[in-house]
């Protein structure tokens, strides 16, 4: 970085990938309490812990470029988890909805991920770090479409 704009470049895109690990986070744990499903919940858990974990490294990298992360889902993510509450309170098939939603949101990431992955101003391990967890959703998005299919089965 050499920069203010790089940094600031930088440091818009970590925060908004940050405020969408947030948004996963409290929906896969929405998810997981609203889940009939003892594995699917455990499932969504398990996802919800792994967003911390992105978060926590978000963080990191916008520390080390002296910026201070938000705290919070975004307001796009707060409005769709009180959808996937609202739409799984009123559905007869729960864990599909929900399954549904949680489809939603990880597209939106991953399209979110893919464009951060384009950005030049990001430091190689930064870089890297976000091509991982890319990657992590991309296997989870593919892992909950078979599960859904799984569902439409049963």
Same mark, same amino acid.
């Given at each position: 970085?050499?920069?203010?704009?790089? &940094?600031? %470049?930088? #440091?818009?895109?970590?925060?908004?990938?940050?405020?969408?690990? +947030?948004d996963?986070k409290?929906?896969? @744990?929405?998810?997981?309490?609203?889940?009939e499903?003892k594995? /699917? #919940? =455990?499932? +969504?858990t398990?996802?919800?812990?792994?967003?911390?974990?992105f978060?926590v490294m978000?963080?990191?990298?916008l520390? =080390? /470029?002296?910026i201070?992360p938000?705290?919070h889902?975004?307001?796009?993510g707060?409005?769709?988890? $009180? +959808?996937?509450? /609202?739409?799984a309170?009123? #559905?007869?098939?729960?864990d $599909? &909805?929900?399954i549904e939603e949680?489809l939603?949101?990880?597209? %939106?990431?991953?399209? =979110?991920?893919?464009d951060?992955?384009?950005?030049? &101003?990001l430091?190689?391990? @930064?870089?890297? $770090?976000?091509g991982d967890? @890319?990657e992590?959703v991309?296997t989870?998005? &593919?892992a909950?479409?078979?599960?859904?299919? @799984?569902? /439409?089965? $049963?």
């Amino acid at each position: 970085m050499n920069t203010n704009l790089e &940094t600031d %470049q930088a #440091s818009k895109v970590l925060n908004h990938l940050l405020a969408r690990a +947030f948004d996963a986070k409290e929906g896969y @744990a929405i998810a997981a309490g609203q889940c009939e499903n003892k594995a /699917l #919940s =455990d499932w +969504f858990t398990a996802n919800s812990s792994q967003r911390e974990t992105f978060c926590v490294m978000l963080e990191k990298y916008l520390g =080390d /470029l002296n910026i201070e992360p938000i705290e919070h889902a975004s307001a796009l993510g707060k409005l769709h988890h $009180a +959808f996937m509450k /609202l739409r799984a309170a009123v #559905s007869s098939e729960n864990d $599909a &909805t929900l399954i549904e939603e949680c489809l939603r949101g990880e597209n %939106q990431a991953l399209d =979110d991920y893919q464009d951060a992955i384009k950005n030049k &101003t990001l430091r190689r391990d @930064a870089a890297k $770090a976000i091509g991982d967890q @890319a990657e992590y959703v991309k296997t989870q998005l &593919t892992a909950l479409d078979q599960i859904r299919k @799984a569902l /439409l089965v $049963a």
